[in-house]
């Protein structure tokens, strides 16, 4: 809880909290070459609750920075992509998060 609590004070001026980001940075990665990644991919991938990443996606894409579509081979399968804001918010995240993850991880360690 204290990595993500932090995590979330490094998140805010991004308008994120750590499970939004979790949910962009894998929506990004897994769709970086072009792949079509439906909302279960994601739920599968981070290991978290179905519902909540529903709720979460909601947000995101209320947001501006991902889209849901209905997946063409299955009609209750919802494709995620992100959108251009969501893909620039992700790539400005993205250095913050790893800052902070290392200055973590690195005072753990030192203990």
């Not at 990644?37 to 996606?57: K, N, P």
Request: with cysteine; hydrophobic share 40%.
């Amino acid at each position: 809880m204290l990595w993500q609590r932090g995590l979330n004070g490094r998140l805010k001026p991004f308008e994120l909290t750590q499970p939004q980001f979790a949910i962009l940075a894998v929506c990004g990665w897994m769709t970086r070459n072009g792949q079509n990644v439906t909302q279960r991919d994601v739920v599968d991938f981070l290991g978290m609750d179905r519902m909540h990443v529903s709720q979460i996606a909601t947000r995101l894409e209320r947001d501006g920075l991902i889209e849901r579509s209905a997946s063409k081979a299955d009609q209750r399968s919802k494709r995620v992509t992100l959108t251009p804001l969501g893909r620039e918010r992700l790539a400005r995240a993205v250095p913050v998060v790893e800052a902070y993850d290392r200055e973590f991880f690195a005072a753990r360690k030192a203990r």
